[in-house]
Each structure stands twice: as C-alpha cells, then as structure tokens.
C-alpha cells in the first residue's frame, strides 16, 4: 500500500456530488462532506471526481439501455 494515501468520504454513500474547493476546505457539492486543503485530500478529491464523472456516465449510458429497450 502506498503512503500518503489520504481518501476522501462523502457523507452519503450514494452521493454522486463533485469536490469543490469552497474557501478553505475541499467540499462536497452533492451532501456537503468537508475535507482539508492538503496536497493528499487533492489528490483524493481528483481520483473521486474522475470516478463519480465515470459512474455517472455509466449511470446515464445503463439507464438509456434499459429505457431504450
Ligand atoms: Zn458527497
């Protein structure tokens, strides 16, 4: 396991919200979890945005196959 790997949570497991940098603290667009400005929540914050970008697009491209359908 690599040191330094701070990660972040969102308050609600299901929340797709983005972080955002509000102030002086990294925060949850979708349920307003708030993290501090350090170099590992950074790049915590930009792993989980790219991955709720990429689950979002799969949420959309899944629900267009099933409505589709
Ligand atoms: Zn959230």
């Known amino acids: 396991m690599e040191s330094g790997g701070e990660c972040v949570e969102h308050d ?3 929340c797709a919200g983005r972080w955002r940098r ?20 950074a790049r915590a914050t930009i792993r989980e945005n790219a991955c709720g970008l990429l689950l ?13 359908e």
């Open 12 to 14: 609600n497991p299901d």
């Open 22 to 41: 509000d102030g002086g603290a990294w925060r949850c667009s979708g349920c307003g979890a708030a993290y501090p400005l350090t170099p590992g929540v």
């Open 56 to 68: 979002a697009r799969l949420t959309a491209e899944g629900r267009a196959a099933i409505e589709g």
